[in-house]
Each structure stands twice: as C-alpha cells, then as structure tokens.
C-alpha cells in the first residue's frame, strides 16, 4: 500500500513543489530521508533565512513554495519572516515536524505544544493532521489556503512517525482562482464617483505589482490623465517611476500623507492598505473636502480602513475594468515629483557631486554611483532604512519586477529574500543580475543567508552602505524627543570580513573608483560578492 511519504511526494510533484527550502532538525529528517532525486534541498542556517529566501523566490516566481523547518523553537525563530511572508502576501507553505504521536501527550522535549497557534497570528490557516493519513490532504488544503486571496502563509506541524504510515485515501489534485473580481454593480458607483470628480487622483499600492499589472495601470492613469502616487512603503512598486504621470512614494505619516493630497476631492486607491503610517504625526486622515474609494482584495485591509468606502476585489482587474468604465480626460494632470521619505516635506538634496578620494561618500552620492554601474535590468533589494529616499531619489524604478523590500519593517529578511529572488533569476532562465543594498547593522539579523548563496553559486551582489549606526533610530530618537538612548552606535563591525567566513567574496570599496571596479568583478563571480562601502553618518529627517 502506498505510504503517507510517497503520496505526499506525488502531490507536491503535481503542484510543481519539488523545491523545499528548509534548515532540518531531528524531527524532519523522516520526512527528508531518501529525498527523491527529483526534488532539491536549499539549505538555510537559520529558520528566518529560511522563510525569507523562499518568499523571496515565490515573489520572483509567482508561484507558491514549500519551506520545511524543525519543531518547536525552530518554528519560533521562522516568527519573523512569516510576519513579513504575511505582509508581503505570498504564499507559502511552511511545515514543521513534529514528536512522535505516541509520545504527545507527555508534552515531551521539542514539542509543539500548541501547533495551530505556535506561528498565529501570521499564517492563515495553521493545522497538525488528526490521522497520518490525513497529512496529504491537508497538504492539499494548505497550497489552497496559501494561493487564494489575499494570498499568504500557511503552516503544518506534522508528527515525525507519519510518514511510514498507510495513506488508503486516492490522491486528490484541486485547483483554485487566484483572482476575485470586484461586484460590478459597485464598481460601477466608484468609476462613476472618479469620473464626476473634479481633481481626482489614483493612490497604487503592492498588489498592483504581485498581479503583474503595470501595462494595465499605466493604461488607466493615461486614460483617466490622473497623478499617481505610490501607497506608503510600497514593498514592491506599483507604478514606472519616470513616467509622467508619477508623483512619488506617499509618506509613512498621517498627517503628511494628509498634506500631499490636498487639493484633491476624490482619492482612489487600488491594492494597498489605507493606509501604512509609520512613524505617528497626527493630522487629518485626508485633507478637508476629500472622499476615499479603496479597492482591495484583502477584506483585513477593508475592514481596519479608518476612512473611505470599499470594495473587495483584485487589483489588476480592477484597473481593467476601470479603463471602459471611466471616460477619458483630455487634458492630463499636471505632477510636481515628491521624494519618497516619512517627512512632511522632501528633503533637502544632499550633495550628488562626486566625492573626493579622500573622504568619505555620501549615500546619495554611493546610490548614484550604483545605478551608472549596475546594468539596467539588475533587481534591486533594499534594507537600508535611513537612506530611503535617497535610494528612491537616484535609483527610479522604471522596470517591473525589479524591486523588492520587506512589507513589514521586519530587519533581516531581505538579504535572504534577495538569496530566493537571485535563484529564481536562475530558474526562471531571465538571469538578470541581482543587487542588494543592506544596512550595516541590517546585515547582522539575517548574515548566514549569504552561505546558501556561495553554496547555490549563486551571483549576488551585496552593497554595505557601512555608517556603523543604526541612523534611522536615532531619526527617530529626535522625532520622538528622546535623547541620549543606548545602543545606537554599532561601532567594530567588518561586513567584508564576515562575508567571506560564509564563502562569499568581501571587499572594502571606499571610493567611487573602487566601487566600480569591485562591481566590475563582482558581475563575474559564480558566488555571492559582498562589498563594504564606508559612508557619511547623516541621519535622515523625519519631520
């Protein structure tokens, strides 16, 4: 009779999940042992990486995948990555061993005690299978629950003897929709709304980007000849950044958001939350005389929105729908370009001059440097918060698919993520090269990831803007009135140095010159290179 094992097996081959990202412990190794040889092993050193690089691969793949981590505290440590997995919607499945059956009553060593709630409130659907033989359905269930939307993370706790089990039940392969159109009754009154508006204006947010719907939202916004700005912290950008209709990235604040759309009677926004504040200056949720329409396919997103009429829908097809519902504008919105950043208004321009050789670079002067020596289709990671906007400001994202940050503020994963993003290049045949820009002390939650990318060969570059502070702490130490906190300075590190601990390539590069040149290299390598940039300690405004 067919075991739980191989009808597992069989499932996860006819979904396509034939990739497990995972870092073992002793109650995974029943379900690892005798991998098949048509099945791959990404091993991670930490269950955090783990779950990020594979977000980061489902994100670059569009498709869902399978991470396989230790009971317990290993779950524990995957807490972070799924909270961001969970803010980026992507789904994944994380699975988890579990001790013997026999012995779950005893609560023994390494148990998950509570399975179902052991990653809440992060996953959306979270189950250890009554009977061994259930364990491949409710694989079945979980890549629905995952892929339907709003897509995200799921989990299973599976007890290690299940595995040599009988499996009687017939293997059940199911598909599911991906999409959920908008009522169109509704969507009617809200292009209606648009239309007779008299300076209206088209707020775009992440899932835009997930639904690969550029073509469909530039289309909109020259159709309607509205501005668009970027939803706060938009993990993945939803709109070209040179295009002329662009305005930039809204700020994280309320009462700044508030500011940039006065003027405005009608904002619609599509496919973001309404809307991501970070850090608290009050000020209205929208300026005086202003009503909000939200489209969004997640109903959290729709039910924790303060202000605003919604409609639950996805994102793409709305745009589509929207185009033949909305008459054409003639006339085409005029767009002054804002700088993304949490401050009420841009900041003031750092110098872009180039820098001496003999002192240190600005960021804004390292990113300009990046960009001229990048080639033009390279994915761009970023987990540099105190040099945002100055990323945003020399780096415009003009291409689709070629940006990635964390939805959730979570530090770490995006060097791992950006492991996942780079083998998906690979996979997928594209290869377009992958550069990630990570803070010194960004670097330190999630280092390990870099040996997956020397063990993969994988062709990752990694920039360390090196300012040996956390600057974006104390931006906000001003903000918040609270001077003289502890631990902010994280002098005595070398992100070169621990790079090649790992088996990657590390290089200092101190001057424009040197950076290209270690660049230059880089692209060459067949492993992961990472290069340390001292630069200006400036912290960044955010009021």
């Given at each position: 009779m067919t075991t739980v094992r191989e009808a597992t097996f069989a499932l996860l081959r006819e979904l396509g999940l034939t990739t497990v990202f995972g870092n073992p412990g002793s109650t995974e190794e029943t379900f690892l042992q005798n991998f098949p040889d048509d099945f791959r092993y990404i091993l991670g050193l930490h269950e955090g990486s783990v779950v990020a690089a594979a977000d980061g691969y489902a994100q670059a793949t569009r498709t869902p995948a399978l991470v396989n981590v230790h009971t317990a505290a290993g779950a524990a440590n995957a807490m972070g990555a799924t909270l961001t997995a969970a803010a980026n919607h992507t789904p994944l499945i994380i699975t988890a061993g579990q001790q013997t059956r026999e012995m779950l009553l005893l609560d023994p060593w390494l148990a998950n005690h509570d399975p179902?709630?052991?990653?809440?409130?992060?996953?959306?659907?979270?189950?250890?299978?009554?009977?061994?033989e259930d364990?491949?359905?409710?694989?079945?269930?979980?890549w629905a629950v995952a892929l339907q939307p709003p897509a995200g993370p799921v989990f299973l706790?599976?007890?290690?003897?299940?595995?040599?089990?009988?499996?009687?039940?017939?293997?059940?392969?199911?598909?599911?929709?991906?999409?959920?159109?908008?009522?169109?009754?509704?969507?009617?009154?809200?292009?209606r709304v648009f239309a007779e508006a008299d300076d209206p204006v088209l707020v775009l947010g992440a899932d835009v980007a997930r639904g690969d719907g550029w073509r469909q939202?530039?289309?909109?916004?020259?159709?309607?000849?509205?501005?668009?700005?970027?939803?706060?912290?938009?993990?993945r950008p939803p709109f070209p950044e040179d295009h002329p209709l662009y305005a930039g990235g809204l700020p994280f604040a309320q009462g700044p958001l508030a500011e940039r759309l006065a003027g405005h009677d009608v904002v619609l926004v599509i496919g973001a939350p309404v809307f991501r504040y970070y850090p608290w200056i009050p000020g209205a949720y929208l300026p005086d005389g202003a009503r909000l329409l939200h489209i969004t396919a997640d109903p959290d997103e729709s039910g924790r929105?303060?202000?605003?009429?919604?409609?639950?829908?996805?994102?793409?097809?709305?745009?589509?729908?929207?185009?033949?519902?909305?008459?054409a504008r003639s006339t085409q919105a005029t767009v002054e370009r804002q700088e993304h950043g949490m401050a009420p208004h841009p900041p003031a321009e750092a110098s872009i001059e180039a820098a001496n050789d003999d002192e240190?670079?600005?960021?804004?002067?390292?990113?300009?440097?990046?960009?001229?020596?990048?080639?033009?289709?390279?994915?761009?990671?970023?987990?540099?918060?105190?040099?945002?906007?100055?990323?945003?400001?020399?780096?415009?994202?003009?291409?689709?698919?070629?940006?990635?940050?964390?939805?959730?503020?979570?530090?770490?994963?995006?060097?791992?993520?950006?492991?996942?993003?780079?083998?998906?290049?690979?996979?997928?045949?594209?290869?377009?090269?992958v550069l990630a820009v990570?803070?010194?002390?960004?670097?330190?939650?999630?280092?390990?990831?870099?040996?997956?990318?020397?063990?993969?060969?994988?062709?990752?570059?990694?920039?360390?803007?090196?300012?040996?502070?956390?600057?974006?702490?104390?931006?906000?130490?001003?903000l918040e009135q609270s001077p003289n906190v502890p631990g902010l300075d994280i002098p005595g590190i070398a992100p070169a140095v621990l790079a090649q601990g790992y088996g990657a390539t590390g290089v200092v590069a101190s001057t424009p010159a040197q950076v290209q040149a270690a660049?230059?290299?880089?692209?060459?390598?067949?492993?992961?290179?990472?290069?340390?940039?001292?630069?200006?300690?400036?912290?960044?405004?955010?009021?």
């Open positions: 179902q709630n052991v990653l809440a409130p992060y996953v959306k659907w979270a189950y250890q299978p009554v009977r061994p364990v491949p359905a409710a694989f079945m269930r979980a706790s599976i007890p290690l003897d299940d595995w040599d089990a009988p499996c009687p039940i017939p293997l059940a392969v199911r598909s599911v929709a991906g999409r959920v159109a908008a009522d169109p009754a509704r969507l009617a009154e809200f292009a939202a530039v289309a909109f916004a020259e159709h309607a000849g509205v501005k668009v700005w970027a939803a706060p912290s938009s993990e929105a303060p202000v605003g009429d919604s409609l639950i829908g996805d994102a793409v097809l709305a745009l589509e729908a929207l185009t033949t519902l909305v008459p240190q670079m600005t960021a804004r002067q390292l990113f300009r440097v990046l960009r001229a020596a990048c080639p033009p289709d390279t994915v761009l990671v970023e987990e540099s918060p105190s040099n945002l906007a100055d990323l945003h400001s020399e780096w415009p994202v003009t291409r689709a698919d070629s940006f990635y940050t964390f939805a959730s503020g979570a530090l770490g994963w995006n060097l791992p993520a950006a492991v996942g993003i780079a083998l998906a290049e690979r996979d997928s045949g594209r290869r377009r090269p990570i803070g010194d002390g960004s670097m330190q939650y999630s280092l390990q990831a870099l040996y997956t990318a020397a063990q993969q060969e994988l062709p990752l570059v990694t920039v360390v803007p090196t300012n040996r502070e956390y600057a974006i702490l104390k931006a906000f130490g001003k660049l230059a290299q880089a692209w060459d390598r067949s492993g992961p290179t990472v290069i340390e940039v001292p630069i200006d300690p400036t912290v960044p405004s955010l009021a």
